[in-house]
């Protein structure tokens, strides 16, 4: 068999190997965040975000999800680890906000805008 030969195998069952991965696997799916920044981000921007009392925000708390979308997760300064409650500490260019996630309750307790 000569290469040619050979590599159409080899391209037909490159083919006929993605077709297939495809129709079975990535099809009319919903694929959620895969990275860990979008994935919190994802998990902390829901409707029902819970404000702690005396968290004054500049904007309406409809538009917090929006504000959530647009900024970074610090995870250096987030503790997530061997704790009950995660905390999670978010920036953008014009603030910082803390979250903390106890039995899926959200609670928005520290804004600082910058």
């Known amino acids: 068999m000569n290469f040619l030969h050979r590599f159409k195998f080899f391209a037909i069952g490159v083919g006929l190997g993605s077709l297939i991965v495809y129709g079975l ?3 009319n ?3 959620p965040a895969w990275l860990p920044e979008d994935r919190v981000l994802e998990e902390l921007a829901v409707d029902s975000v819970i404000i702690r009392d005396g968290v004054q925000l ?3 708390d409809s538009l917090l999800a929006e504000h959530i ?3 970074d997760v610090l995870f ?7 704790m009950a409650c995660r905390e999670y500490q978010l920036e953008s260019e ?21």
């Not at 250096?76 to 061997?82: G, T």
């Not at 014009?94 to 910058?114: H, V």
């Open 94 to 114: 014009t603030e910082r906000m803390r979250f903390k996630i106890c039995n899926k309750r959200i609670e928005l307790y520290e804004y600082k805008p910058k």
């Open 58 to 60: 500049p904007f309406a």
């Open 76 to 82: 250096d300064e987030s503790k997530v680890r061997d």
């Open 29 to 31: 799916r919903d694929f």
């Open 69 to 71: 979308l647009n900024s």
């Open 25 to 27: 696997l990535i099809r």
